[in-house]
């Protein structure tokens, strides 16, 4: 099923276990390789949603293979200010690729305030998630959407293809998940799968349902 595509960029955030790895021989003693997975493939995703209406997502393998040439930024907190590395046609100071866990990354911490300020915190245990930007492929998402009689309804969004990597962020803490164009995909879901009539609501209705408009502070 053709789902329309919309061109924002979306924000996912998870649980990250951050590894700090020793630098070559001959590097300075403070240097320090960060190594991070930005997504782990088959792993559903938190609730996006609420109690009555649920909205999980996942990312398959094979899903970020034509986005790893892609112009990609590390960056702490997704602050354009505070860049900590770079990849531009495959190559720089930032590394990504794929294995069978997910998309990973891996830099060399650089001699920056940011960059200090990374290790440390890693170090002590204050940042342990990451969070990455992209777009998804026009074709690249597939929807299912049940209900089990009186309980919620379930909607799982399977993510087949990126076409769009932007950055690669460890944070400092939980930014809301901002499903709000996968929203949009979803409508055009709903519009497709031929609902009922009293089915049919806007997308500022699903919003709601999803708790997108009232975010906690």
Same mark, same amino acid.
């Given at each position: 099923?053709?789902?329309?595509?919309?061109?924002?960029?979306?924000?996912?955030?998870?649980?990250?276990?951050?590894?700090?790895?020793?630098?070559?021989?001959g590097? &300075?003693?403070?240097?320090?390789? /960060?190594?991070?997975y930005?997504?782990?493939f088959?792993?559903?995703?938190e609730?996006?949603?609420?109690?009555?209406?649920?909205f999980?997502e996942? /990312?398959?393998p094979?899903?970020? +293979?034509?986005?790893?040439n892609?112009d990609?930024r590390?960056?702490?907190?997704?602050?354009n200010?505070? /860049? @900590?590395?770079r990849?531009?046609?495959?190559?720089?100071?930032?590394k990504?690729?794929v294995?069978n866990?997910?998309l990973?990354?891996?830099?060399?911490a650089?001699?920056?305030?940011?960059?200090r300020?990374?290790?440390t915190?890693?170090?002590?245990?204050?940042?342990?998630?990451?969070?990455?930007?992209?777009?998804?492929?026009?074709n690249?998402?597939?929807w299912?959407?049940?209900? +089990?009689?009186?309980?919620?309804t379930?909607?799982?969004?399977t993510?087949t293809?990126?076409?769009?990597l932007f950055d690669?962020? &460890?944070?400092?803490?939980?930014?809301?998940? +901002?499903?709000?164009?996968? @929203?949009?995909? @979803?409508?055009?879901?709903?519009?497709?799968?031929e &609902?009922?009539p009293?089915e049919?609501?806007?997308?500022?209705h699903?919003?709601?349902?999803?708790? @997108?408009?009232?975010?906690?502070?």
């Open positions: 099923m053709k789902i329309t595509q919309h061109s924002q960029r979306e924000t996912r955030l998870h649980a990250s276990q951050f590894e700090l790895r020793a630098m070559a021989d590097a &300075p003693e403070s240097a320090q390789k /960060i190594f991070g930005a997504a782990k088959n792993t559903r995703s609730n996006l949603g609420g109690e009555s209406y649920q999980y996942t /990312i398959e094979g899903a970020f +293979d034509d986005v790893l892609d990609v590390a960056l702490f907190n997704h602050d200010n505070l /860049i @900590l590395a990849s531009k046609n495959g190559e720089g100071t930032l990504i690729g294995d866990v997910g990973f990354y891996e830099f060399e650089p001699d920056t305030q940011a960059g300020d990374l290790v915190s890693i170090k002590r245990g204050d940042v342990d998630q990451s969070s990455f930007s992209f777009q998804v492929d026009q690249g998402q597939r299912e959407e049940t209900k +089990d009689g009186d309980g919620p379930i909607v799982n969004r993510i293809k990126v076409k769009r690669v962020s &460890p944070v400092t803490s939980p930014a809301y998940p +901002d499903a709000t164009v996968a @929203l949009r995909s @979803l409508e055009e879901f709903r519009k497709t799968s &609902p009922k009293d049919k609501h806007s997308l500022s699903w919003q709601r349902r999803l708790s @997108l408009i009232e975010k906690p502070a």
